[in-house]
């Protein structure tokens, strides 16, 4: 088990999270989630909206503490934020009165690096996501992809072992998305590292990943189903979705995730109508 | 409108007002003037004073002294403003404890104040100074208060994964944004320190604008009280063109100040 391969980035064992809501009522989001992600594996979390996909996630980000179960990154159990992992948000995460290269450097630069060093680091992965040229943007002056781009940067450029994703494209136009998946697939490509990786889009996490998990509809969300995805890489997200493979795993799938998603549906008319 | 011709119309509005000034001054309607000189003066005089004042290179000594007081105020309330601002915001517990004292103080109309700081300061520019910083430090204060405890949660989240420590969040997160709401009530703040300075001129100097005002009211000299409100509009413009021009630098990276740029 020595080979780093072989280790287990992140491992959720029964872990469930609950928040404290209008005084002594518990909503418990997520109930006994159990999953696993292997060092240089990506995988999707798809469920349906409202449903704990992102509680998940940052209970792997340490921003949340499960209430039962545990959390161990690279066999260690996770205590506070979890140091291995770099995030990206789905919502604008990125300082407002930095400049591009500012925002990407200023991972290197709360390590103690060099100014200069982190500046050219920077201007590296700003290239590496095709923004070379927009270093000197404030991002007011960027688009929404372009944003998320130098998000995905601001993330690499630390080197984190693990990527946790919190639906980053959701915001983004459809082209855009296609976009940004094949850049994010070619970035990872060219290193490994473990991805976690939520989103509500079924033919986005088929298309990216290795493996697809299911939520059920909250409250007491559940992981039902774990699909291994064996399409084979290099991946183009366009041409990948042409494949017969593709079409049959996504009518599995989505036979299962149909019924969560009708049931979230109903479930948050129903919340409306109460309130 | 292209611009030549906003700037005839913005002129003619002046011109306008003026010749019905002098007009109604000077020439009788149905046997009496309408607007008698005594508590109205007029235009002509009024410019002959401005001009007087200027030529003579009296106004000069009472403008660097208001000027001097007005900086004076918003440099030591918004240091102090600043300060606080960003100690109430990080702790909660001090901020809950001073609540209501600072609601009173903000509560209390300045004016009132402007006897005691005389008393305790003399006639000279601090008493001034004292006012003008009571006005600056609470919106100052406010704004830092607020720009720290409105940092999104997403971004200090995003700090945090990046690694930063609780100093690195205050340097990179919480100050920028405490200090963008402070730039962002820029206009309000030094606008107030000249409020301050000139009020507490009126209410007891030995110099200043606000002097030269009250002094020429107690003469019945109404064309000096009208030229003076002249000089002291054209004083506050002319800083006021000199903040924007320092919020346009400052917050380049804010999109409603490239929207006004445009």
Known sequence: MADTAELVAVALDDATVAFRVAGDRVYTAVERASLSVAHGEFVAIVGPTGCGKSTLLNVAAGLLKPVAGSVRIFD??????????????????????????????????????????ALERAQGWLKAVGLGAFAGRYPHMLSGGQRKRVGLAQVLIRDPKILLMDEPFG?????????????????????????????????????????????????????IGDW????????????????????????????????????GYAQSSQAAEAS | MSRLTLLFWQLMVAVVAL???????????????????????????????????????VIWKHLVITLWESVLAFVIGSVGGVLVGFWFARQPRVAAVFDPYVKMVNALPRVVLAPIF?????????????????????????????????????????????????????????????LSWMFSSLHTSVGFAVVGAVVGEYLGSAAGLGYL??????????????????????????????????????????????????
């Open chain 2, 213 to 262: 005002i009250q002094q020429a009211e107690g003469v019945f000299d109404v064309a000096a009280v009208f030229a003076g409100m002249f000089v002291l509009s054209a004083f506050v413009i002319l800083i006021d063109v000199g903040v924007t021009l320092v919020e346009r630098r400052l917050l380049v990276w804010r999109p409603a100040a490239a929207e006004g740029r445009g």
């Open chain 1, 171 to 223: 915001p983004l136009d459809a082209q855009t998305r296609q976009i940004m998946g094949n850049l994010l697939l070619e970035l990872w490509n060219a290193d490994r590292k473990a991805v976690l990786f939520v989103t509500h889009d079924l033919e986005e996490a088929i298309a990216l990943a290795d493996r697809v998990v299911i939520m059920s509809a909250g409250p007491g969300a559940r992981i």
């Open chain 1, 76 to 117: 260690r159990p996770l205590a506070g934020l979890n140091r291995d992992a770099g995030y990206l948000f789905q919502a604008d995460a990125l300082f407002p009165w930095k400049t591009a290269i500012d925002n990407v450097a200023i991972g290197l630069e709360i390590t103690g690096a060099p100014r200069g060093m």
């Open chain 2, 19 to 57: 010749s019905l000034w002098q007009f109604f001054t000077t020439v009788p309607v149905f046997g009496r003037l309408l607007l008698p000189p005594f508590f109205f003066s007029n235009p002509i005089d009024v410019g002959s004073q401005i001009v007087k004042w200027f030529a003579t290179g």
């Open chain 1, 228 to 263: 291994k995805v064996t399409l084979p890489r290099p991946r183009d997200i366009a041409e990948v979705r042409m494949e017969k493979q593709f079409h049959e795993l996504h009518r599995e799938i989505w036979s299962v995730l149909k019924d969560e998603v009708m049931k």
């Open chain 2, 118 to 178: 005389t008393l305790w300061l003399g006639l000279g520019i601090w008493s001034k100074v004292a006012l003008g910083v009571t006005l600056v430090f609470f919106i100052v204060f406010f704004n830092v208060y607020q720009g720290v405890k409105e940092v999104s949660n997403t971004v200090l989240d995003n700090g945090r994964m990046l690694g930063m420590s609780e100093r690195q969040l205050t340097r990179h997160v919480y100050w920028p944004s405490a």
